[in-house]
């Protein structure tokens, strides 16, 4: 159980074109999500929080216009970057929040390797 | 400041023997969660050991155990008897707040990268 899918697992696309990343919870509904992005060698830095069914809650310095994020379900989050250029290049990983065994557990999918050229 | 410090950026250990992989961390918050994530080169993040804040005992899951100090403010993770496909990235997370609070940020560290020698 707790099963965290990200689709598409990979995409490479042109600079200024929009793409869209799924986050979908599959055997469990998450009011909250997170979208992560991650440098080569580095850490994961916290993006946003998703919230269903309200505005995502945004880190300092994420520009919410850039990134897009709508949480329409309970099983899924999307993340928007519009208008791509090479520095958006990243690899984006989403969790699910799920109280699991007594205490919040985020569960994370396998991650979005996005490359804008 | 640093929420979450790993000190070793890389670490060699010989196959079937232990490795402690070092986490400091710093908080005024009383009620935290730490957490230690693997992540292998596919970039998956698994999900190794929780311990929270108040727990009494350190947690220990299989060969995972966390070597809680809480007055050194340190969480390090204890792998016994290593295993080949033990080579991964490793991070150290905290969460902030209450148990079950709306918010449930996680703060990474910078991660160690493990490398277990045959």
């Known amino acids: 159980g707790a099963v965290v899918s990200q689709h598409p697992s990979r995409v490479i696309c042109k600079s200024g074109t929009s793409v869209k990343i799924e986050c979908r919870s599959l055997?469990?509904?998450?009011?909250?999500m997170f979208w992560y992005r991650q440098f080569p060698k580095k850490s994961l830095m916290l993006m946003a929080t998703s919230n269903e069914g309200s505005k995502a809650t945004y880190e300092q310095g994420v520009e919410k216009d850039k990134f897009l994020i709508n949480h329409a379900s309970l099983t899924l989050s999307t993340l928007t970057v519009t208008s791509a250029h090479p520095e958006d290049s990243s690899f984006y990983i989403c969790?699910?929040?799920?109280?699991?065994?007594?205490?919040?557990?985020?569960?994370f999918g396998p991650g979005t390797r996005l490359t804008v050229l | 400041a640093q929420k979450i410090t790993q000190t070793q950026p890389g670490m060699f250990v010989q196959e079937k023997e232990a490795v402690t992989l070092d986490c400091t961390y710093d908080t005024s918050d009383p009620s935290y969660g730490l957490f230690w994530y693997k992540q292998p080169s596919s970039g998956e993040m698994i999900f190794l050991i929780y311990q929270g804040s108040y727990d009494q005992q350190n947690a220990t899951e299989g060969r995972y155990s966390l070597n809680f100090q809480k007055a050194r403010k340190s969480a390090n993770l204890v792998i016994s008897a290593s295993q080949l496909g033990d080579s991964a990235m490793y991070f150290c997370a905290m969460r902030e707040g209450l148990e079950g609070g709306a918010t449930n940020k996680l703060i990474f560290g910078t991660g160690t990268l493990l490398a277990v020698q045959p």
């Open positions: 055997d469990f509904q998450a009011t909250t």
């Open positions: 969790s699910a929040n799920l109280l699991w065994s007594g205490y919040n557990e985020q569960f």
